[in-house]
């Protein structure tokens, strides 16, 4: 029952309409050296390392949805070593698909460290770089929730 008065939030009344639906992804802040890896799209669009739970991941721990992006972005030869979610990302983005809905996605960021191997792209990426974090300026790569995202990440590091 709930309390009379109560600071819950009850929204059994609430229209539909009022609610959001998210995607949820996973998110890397991989670094080496003092640089963080970046990844750029097939439509030209700068990214991190990481994406979408698939629907019958809804039990799987994040953890193993993180290693299942990495070996389908970067390959199974990268080594790394997962730290901490650190950020919680926001974004909105239009699907590259018939129609270009529109859809947002909440993200885990997690922090990472490259310990070795090498890169292979997916067919969906078309570059990688490692941009050094000092004086990184993410608005020459991320827009939107990613550029939020990584804001927060680097200040982050810097406190």
Do not use: C, N
């Amino acid at each position: 029952m709930l309390p009379r008065g109560g600071s819950f939030w009850y929204t059994a009344g609430m229209p539909a309409a009022d609610k959001d639906l998210y995607y949820v992804a996973v998110k890397l802040f991989l670094e080496r050296a003092g640089a963080l890896l970046i990844l750029k799209d097939v439509h030209g669009g700068w990214d991190l390392p990481g994406g979408r739970l698939l629907r019958r991941e809804f039990s799987v721990p994040l953890t193993r949805v993180v290693a299942r992006k990495l070996r389908e972005e970067l390959g199974a030869a990268l080594r790394y070593r997962l730290g901490e979610p650190k950020v919680f990302l926001r974004h909105q983005r239009r699907e590259h698909v018939v129609g270009r809905p529109a859809v947002r996605i909440f993200a885990v960021g997690y922090q990472a460290s490259f310990l070795g191997g090498s890169i292979k792209l997916s067919r969906r990426h078309s570059e990688f770089a490692w941009v050094p974090l000092r004086g990184l300026r993410p608005e020459q790569y991320f827009r939107g929730g990613w550029l939020t995202g990584v804001r927060e990440y680097l200040a982050l590091r810097r406190s």
